[in-house]
């Protein structure tokens, strides 16, 4: 690695440790379904998304519903201290595609029909009020 390579990526971390996430990869869900959870909770107080989405009938919900409890954690953890209510906002949050499975299903006269399996990558950040209006 270059030394100006190695500068960026020295800087990037730094501004990674000041950042408070999760990530869930490959998920075994298309990323269009994952998308329509993640829309519920964008922008909302932490506690109030984890209420949404335990009463949501979405199986996409039960995965971000973990996936915010582990941001929440690695909030407490870099910081702590406990998140007090009202506090900690899902600042960002974004669904990536991931690899998609080709399968073929027989289909009539010895065709087949290509079956696309889906798969994303989740990302949520976690922020307080007080740090967002200082950026």
Avoid: C
């Amino acid at each position: 690695m270059g030394k100006r390579k190695q500068v960026s990526a020295n800087a990037r971390k730094e501004n990674n440790k000041t950042l408070y996430f999760a990530k869930l990869n490959n998920v075994p869900t298309s990323p269009r379904k994952m998308r329509y959870v993640v829309d519920m909770v964008r922008g909302m107080e932490v506690n109030r998304a984890l209420g949404v989405l335990q009463f949501s009938n979405k199986e996409a919900s039960r995965r971000v519903e973990k996936l915010l409890r582990s941001a929440i954690a690695n909030w407490e953890a870099k910081n702590e201290r406990r998140a007090d209510d009202g506090e900690l906002f899902v600042s960002r949050v974004f669904v990536d595609e991931a690899v998609t499975l080709k399968r073929l299903r027989p289909a009539p006269q010895g065709r087949g029909y290509r079956i696309r399996k889906r798969s994303n990558h989740v990302t949520l950040y976690v922020d307080t009020l007080n740090s967002s209006v200082k950026n």
